[in-house]
Nanobody, 124 residues
Framework: EVQLVESGGGLVQTGGSLRLSCAAS????????IGWFRQAPGKKREGVSC????????FYADSLKGRFTISGDNAKNTVYLQMNSLKPEDTAVYYC?????????????????WGQGTQVTVSS
């Protein structure tokens, strides 16, 4: 059984930082693309970032470049999302997801497995 477990969310003030983790079991992340998505109340789920563990390629939403960094630890089968200079508009539930063969990293429908999400709240 494949499981993705996100952690590291919480309440932080504007300008603060958080590091989210996505720990996988039942599969080896090295073989897949791993994406981070987020969904704010009343809004559609959107792509945040993606990493291809096999070659280290990374992708980011244009609006988040420079503030968010995705990385992976193959030994721990875990992917991280470092979020800096957080803003209130970053408040959302953050999800990690795994794709067997995503052609468009931000396409939600191309992801096969999803975690339960972790809440990030940025206070002003």
């Amino acid at each position: 059984e494949v499981q993705l477990v996100e952690s590291g969310g919480g309440l932080v003030q504007t300008g603060g930082s958080l590091r989210l983790s996505c720990a996988a079991s039942g599969l080896t992340l090295y073989d897949y693309a791993i994406g981070w998505f987020r969904q704010a109340p009343g809004k559609k789920r959107e792509g945040v970032s993606c990493i291809s563990s096999s070659d280290g390629s990374t992708f980011y939403a244009d609006s988040l470049k420079g503030r968010f960094t995705i990385s992976g630890d193959n030994a721990k089968n875990t992917v991280y999302l470092q979020m800096n200079s957080l803003k209130p508009e970053d408040t959302a539930v953050y999800y990690c997801a795994v794709s067997v063969r995503a052609s468009t990293w931000s396409a939600i429908g191309e992801y096969d497995y999803w975690g339960q999400g972790t809440q990030v709240t940025v206070s002003s």
